[in-house]
């Protein structure tokens, strides 16, 4: 069975940072292109960013370049989304995803981020 | 990177058909065969329902079809059911190994 699992959301004040994981398993991670999606409170889903399978390509949603940062450790089967610079407007749930085809075959449950003071 | 358009939203009776439009660029929906479509309930993760514009993952009832034309590509969804009640989004590749969604559409089964 395919899972993705997100930890490392929470509550972070303006300017902080963070630091999001995703265990992958049931699948073969390190041939996977990954992906984040967000979706804010109500609101529609935005993709964030993309990591191919070693890591050496990565690609990231204009309202976040040069802030966040997406990674992956193939032998933890998890990739990561350092996030710094944070914005309210940041405010979501965070969903690691898994490409197929390029579309989003399978979603972690996702981690809600919330950007306040 | 700006949001493919979709209607906000669609409503049919059961058993009727509905079909959401989804419509981007030659940057994307129109420059590539790399369209999908997710249904989404209220608090939980979305599920693929379309991808490379008209393939249906296994699982997918195939009253669920997805199409293009030009700039444009479509989901229709034929014999409506109370469970088809939901929020769906389009997503397109859009060069560059960049990808965009759709706005969402609320669909209410009458």
């Known amino acids: 069975e395919v899972q993705l699992v997100e930890s490392g959301g929470g509550l972070v004040q303006p300017g902080g940072s963070l630091r999001l994981s995703c265990a992958a398993s049931g699948f073969t991670f390190s041939n996977s292109w990954m992906h984040w999606v967000r979706q804010a409170p109500g609101k529609g889903l935005v993709w964030v960013s993309y990591i191919n399978s070693d890591g050496s390509s990565t690609t990231y949603a204009d309202s976040v370049k040069g802030r966040f940062t997406i990674s992956r450790d193939n032998a933890k089967n998890t990739v990561y989304l350092q996030m710094n610079s944070l914005r309210a407007e940041d405010t979501a749930v965070y969903y690691c995803?898994?490409?197929?085809?390029?579309?989003?075959?399978?979603w972690g449950q996702g981690t809600l981020v919330t950007v306040s003071s | 990177q700006s949001a493919l358009t979709q209607p906000r939203s669609v409503s049919g009776s059961p058993g009727q058909s509905v079909t959401i439009s989804c419509t981007g660029t030659s940057n994307d929906v129109g420059g590539y065969n790399y369209v999908s479509w997710y249904q989404q309930h209220p608090g939980k993760a979305p599920k693929l329902m379309i991808y490379?514009?008209?393939k249906r993952p296994s699982g997918v009832p195939d009253r669920f079809s997805g199409s293009k034309s030009g700039n444009t590509a479509s989901l229709t969804i034929s014999g409506l059911q109370a469970e088809d009640e939901a929020d769906y989004y389009c997503y397109s590749y859009a060069d560059n190994y960049t990808w965009v969604f759709g706005g969402g559409t609320k669909l209410t089964v009458l």
């Open positions: 995803a898994r490409d197929w085809s390029y579309s989003v075959e399978y």
């Open positions: 490379d514009v008209s």
